[in-house]
T-cell receptor
Framework: DSGVTQTPKHLITATGQRVTLRCSPR?????VYWYQQSLDQGLQFLIQ???????AKGNILERFSAQQFPDLHSELNLSSLELGDSALYFC????????????FGPGTRLTVL | AQKVTQAQTEISVVEKEDVTLDCVYE???????LFWYKQPPSGELVFLIR??????QNEISGRYSWNFQKSTSSFNFTITASQVVDSAVYFC????????????FGTGTRLAVRP
């Protein structure tokens, strides 16, 4: 158990819908990262937050957004969902960032029908 | 830009065999960090090891060992006396001090250990 929690574990929804994935980092960690794992793209970095502020952006679609709250938990919002958004979404956390080890949560499996 | 290549897509071994998973990375930076993660069938990503570019010492942890060679840009992972519980997908990853904290992953190697 990495100490990173993600909810829900599974999510099934329809095209065009909007969902929110939630992540709680390990106690004491200030950085939160979101990654997407799909069969065709592999594991891709989406976005990073550090202590409430966006720090880095990767291959994140404009339909996707994220935020980190004062209690350091983070949410990833996915809207106007398409079939191709079906994937495993991981949250990771690290103490600060700057190449600290990232510990991953169990992931949220999103299925878009 | 950075890149990680795991050329072995799938490896199948019989229990108790030794197995080496290859990882080759590309970067022009001199300061970088390499990682291995394990993804068992249950799906989570489990951290195994972190190495910085200035530390070329090989590391051993139980049945696991890692060989880091800057000359060949490789960071290979060996499992000695493999067990069925080692069956998983193993990912090698790289992060650069210069380009922030994102992990760049290889495509993974699926290891199947047969009893």
């Amino acid at each position: 158990d990495s100490g990173v929690t993600q909810t829900p574990k599974h999510l099934i929804t329809a095209t065009g819908q909007r969902v929110t994935l939630r992540c709680s980092p390990r106690s004491g960690d200030l950085s939160v990262y979101w990654y997407q794992q799909s069969l065709d793209q592999g594991l891709q970095f989406l976005i990073q937050y550090y202590n409430g502020e966006e720090r880095a952006k990767g291959n994140i679609l404009e339909r996707f957004s994220a935020q980190q709250f004062p209690d350091l938990h983070s949410e990833l919002n996915l809207s106007s969902l398409e079939l191709g958004d079906s994937a495993l979404y991981f949250c990771a956390s690290s103490v600060q960032g700057t190449t600290d080890t990232q510990y991953f949560g169990p992931g949220t499996r999103l299925t878009v029908l | 830009a950075q890149k990680v290549t795991q050329a072995q897509t799938e490896i199948s071994v019989v229990e108790k065999e030794d197995v080496t998973l290859d990882c080759v990375y590309e970067t022009r930076d001199t300061t970088y960090y390499l990682f291995w993660y394990k993804q068992p069938p249950s799906g989570e990503l489990v951290f195994l090891i972190r190495r910085n570019s200035f530390d070329e010492q090989n590391e051993i942890s139980g049945r696991y060992s890692w060989n880091f060679q800057k000359s060949t840009s490789s960071f290979n992972f060996t499992i000695t006396a493999s067990q069925v519980v080692d069956s998983a997908v193993y990912f090698c990853a790289l992060t650069l001090k210069s380009s922030g904290d994102k992990l760049t992953f290889g495509t993974g190697t699926r290891l199947a250990v047969r009893p």
